[in-house]
Nanobody, 126 residues
Framework: QVQLVESGGGLVQAGGSLRLSCAAS????????MGWFRRAPGKEREWVAA????????YYADSVKGRFTISRDTAKNTWYLQMNSLKPEDTAVYYC???????????????????WGQGTQVTVSS
């Protein structure tokens, strides 16, 4: 049984930083894409970033480019989202996800991800 467990959310002031972790168990992830999504109150789920498990290539939504960094540790079966220069509009529940590599153009599509974490709250105060 595959499980993804997020950690690292919390309350931070604008301009601050947080690092989210997603620890996976239950399978190997060769040829997978690992992603982060978020859902703000009253808004649709939004793709944030993705990383290829094998090569480590990274991809970002324009809204977080230059502020967030996604990475993975294959030895620990874990991937991370380092969030710097946080803004109040980054407030959301953040979810990690994993799915078979779909090609670069489909990384932002939620339906390509087979496994999801339970979510962790990130709140940025102004």
């Amino acid at each position: 049984q595959v499980q993804l467990v997020e950690s690292g959310g919390g309350l931070v002031q604008a301009g601050g930083s947080l690092r989210l972790s997603c620890a996976a168990s239950g399978r190997t992830f060769s040829m997978y894409a690992m992603g982060w999504f978020r859902r703000a109150p009253g808004k649709e789920r939004e793709w944030v970033a993705a990383v290829g498990w094998n090569g480590g290539s990274t991809y970002y939504a324009d809204s977080v480019k230059g502020r967030f960094t996604i990475s993975r540790d294959t030895a620990k079966n874990t991937w991370y989202l380092q969030m710097n220069s946080l803004k109040p509009e980054d407030t959301a529940v953040y979810y990690c996800a994993a799915g078979r590599w779909p090609g670069r153009d489909r990384l932002s599509k939620g339906d390509i991800y087979d496994y999801w974490g339970q979510g962790t709250q990130v709140t940025v105060s102004s």
